[in-house]
């Protein structure tokens, strides 16, 4: 078949690599006088993109730090 053409049908499910995460802030601010883009930011559009490109939630395997 054409790799390009995911069939309409198909039942695989397709499991990604692991994913462990940490510190979900979207933004923080420390010394710095506007708020920056923290590491949830990158998180937010990795789960954007992957849905976008395969129609399934990210899962994560763990995240560590704090809540």
Excluded: M, Q
Excluded at 10 to 33: G, M, Q, W
Excluded at 59 to 64: D, E, L, N, S
């Amino acid at each position: 078949g054409n790799p390009a053409i995911v069939p309409e049908t198909s039942t695989i499910e397709h499991d990604h690599i692991p994913i462990i995460a940490c510190n979900r802030d979207l933004v923080f601010k420390a010394a710095a006088d506007l708020p920056r883009f923290g590491h949830g930011a990158f998180l937010t559009c990795l789960e954007t993109l992957y849905k976008s490109i395969s129609g399934n939630d990210l899962k994560y395997t763990a995240f560590v730090g704090k809540p």
